[in-house]
T-cell receptor
Framework: DSGVTQTPKHLITATGQRVTLRCSPR?????VYWYQQSLDQGLQFLIQ???????AKGNILERFSAQQFPDLHSELNLSSLELGDSALYFC???????????FGNGTRLTVT | AQKVTQAQTEISVVEKEDVTLDCVYE???????LFWYKQPPSGELVFLIR??????QNEISGRYSWNFQKSTSSFNFTITASQVVDSAVYFC????????????????FGKGTKLSVKP
């Protein structure tokens, strides 16, 4: 168990809808990262937060947004969902920018 | 641009065989980090190892060993005496130099190698 908690485990929704994925980092970790794993693109970095502030952006669509709250948990919001957004979304956390990532179990999103 | 290539898409071995998973990377950074992660059928990503670009010493952890060769930009992973529980997808990843707001966490992953170990 990595200590990173993601909810829900599975999410099924329809095109055009909006969903929120939640992540609680390991105790003491200030950085949270979101990754998307799809068959087409593989594992891709989406966005990073550090102690509540956005630190880096990867290949994140404009329809997607994230935030990190004062208690350090993070949410990834996906809106106007398309079939191609179906993927496994991972959250990861690290103690600081020099520490390796520890991943949660992921949220599997299916858009129908 | 940074890139990680895992040329082996799938490998199948019989239990107790040794197996090597290849990883070749490209980067212009002088300081960088290399990682291996394991994704078993249950789906989670498990951290295995991190190496920085200044440490070319090979590492051994039980049945796992890693060979880092800067001259060939490779970071290969060997499992000795494989077991059925080793069946998983293995990912090699690269992160760049940590500067400014950067982080080791912005990883570039390879496509992964699916290892099947048969009894």
């Amino acid at each position: 168990d990595s200590g990173v908690t993601q909810t829900p485990k599975h999410l099924i929704t329809a095109t055009g809808q909006r969903v929120t994925l939640r992540c609680s980092p390991r105790s003491g970790d200030l950085s949270v990262y979101w990754y998307q794993q799809s068959l087409d693109q593989g594992l891709q970095f989406l966005i990073q937060y550090y102690n509540g502030e956005e630190r880096a952006k990867g290949n994140i669509l404009e329809r997607f947004s994230a935030q990190q709250f004062p208690d350090l948990h993070s949410e990834l919001n996906l809106s106007s969902l398309e079939l191609g957004d179906s993927a496994l979304y991972f959250c990861a956390s690290s103690r600081d920018r020099n520490s390796p990532l520890h991943f949660g179990n992921g949220t599997r999103l299916t858009v129908t | 641009a940074q890139k990680v290539t895992q040329a082996q898409t799938e490998i199948s071995v019989v239990e107790k065989e040794d197996v090597t998973l290849d990883c070749v990377y490209e980067t212009r950074d002088t300081t960088y980090y290399l990682f291996w992660y394991k994704q078993p059928p249950s789906g989670e990503l498990v951290f295995l190892i991190r190496r920085n670009s200044f440490d070319e010493q090979n590492e051994i952890s039980g049945r796992y060993s890693w060979n880092f060769q800067k001259s060939t930009s490779s970071f290969n992973f060997t499992i000795t005496a494989s077991q059925v529980v080793d069946s998983a997808v293995y990912f090699c990843a690269l992160s760049g130099e940590v500067k400014g707001g950067g982080s080791q966490g912005n990883l570039i992953f390879g496509k992964g190698t699916k290892l099947s170990v048969k009894p």
